[in-house]
């Protein structure tokens, strides 16, 4: 009789499934937010710090792991073109604009994820799909893996969801800059978050019903097929 260890035969619980968005996400922009508020640091000093963690967790990834942390090398990416923009000063209407340069990194980071075969917004989306429930992570590894009849369909929606909000992401990246030079600069103080928040609900009501929606349903019928399967397989043993 063997003893099971580690983490193999446990159900995933919810902080498993959450917990590269809380180390890769999370921490960092928390971490900027206290440094620069709660301890009175300048924008430049906390974001140099708050780049701390994703730093170390891509260079980690690429040496001991032999990949890239994609999360983590978007907010690092994002954090450096941060610290780069914040030496932009004086004209406003450029002070508004910086806030484009962000919003593109993100989308381009998306979009070229997506690319390489790692579509980077999964991270977000897996865990509201599966939900601790440890028959869905085994589904969820069958699709993804290629082993179940929906998995060339599944992987196409799971590209789908990033290449919205890639796109998202970049009309908004366009549509501040472009407000940013020919709208009044009061207009856009406030339009500029309207902007924001458009393309966030876009993004949600967009991939919801174009790829995670879907994506969904294939993974209950793949579990309920598992669940079909054991029982021949029980017999044949």
Known sequence: MTKNTGTQGRKPSVLDNFRPLLIDVAVPLGSYYLFK?????????????????????????????????????????????????????????????????????VAIGILVSVRLGRPMMTAGMRPFLIKGDAAKEAAWQRLVSGAAADSAAFRRKE??????????????????????????????????????????????????????EPMERMLKAEVEAGRSERPAVAVAA
């Open 37 to 105: 508020d709660a301890c009175g640091m300048s924008t430049f000093a906390a974001l140099a710090w708050s780049s701390v963690v994703p730093a170390v967790r891509t260079v980690w990834g690429l040496v001991r792991e032999r990949k890239t942390n994609a999360l983590a090398g978007l907010i690092l990416v994002v954090n450096v073109v941060s610290l780069l923009l914040s030496f932009v000063s004086g004209d406003p209407r450029l002070m508004l604009a910086k806030d484009s340069g962000v919003s593109s990194t």
């Open 159 to 212: 590209n789908a969801f990033s290449i919205v909000w890639g796109t998202v992401l970049l009309a908004e990246c366009v549509a501040r800059f472009v407000g940013a030079y020919t709208l009044p600069v009061d207009t856009m103080v406030w339009l500029g978050t309207v902007f924001m928040v458009g393309a966030m609900v876009i993004g949600f009501v967009v991939g919801g019903g174009l790829a995670a």
